[in-house]
């Protein structure tokens, strides 16, 4: 890639608009990107029983999916309170 085409994208990336849309593009990611309750649970070295159970109690409130199973989903929202409740939980 040659140093006027660098600046040409480097420039294009400083404008706010685009700035913008990109903004929203991470959050439209984050919203939409989940994590089954199974990949939970490896991620984390926990049960799955332990995950319902922190549900049970209003701690964590994962997404259900929306086809038949009604499988739980983890939103990254989800997984940043689940470290802070692992790292409390282990004090």
């Known amino acids: 890639m040659d140093e006027r085409h660098l600046e ?5 990336l400083r404008d706010a608009e685009v700035q913008e849309r990109i903004q929203q593009s991470i959050q439209r990611g ?19 029983s332990k995950l319902r159970d922190w549900e049970t109690h209003g701690l964590l409130t994962p997404l259900r999916s929306k086809d038949n199973t009604g499988q739980r989903q983890y939103s990254p929202n989800e997984l940043d309170k689940l470290a802070i409740i692992k790292e409390l939980i282990a004090q």
């Open 30 to 48: 984050r919203l939409e990107a989940t994590v089954t309750i199974g990949r939970v649970a490896q991620l984390f070295h926990l049960k799955e």
């Open 8 to 12: 040409k994208i480097k420039k294009h």
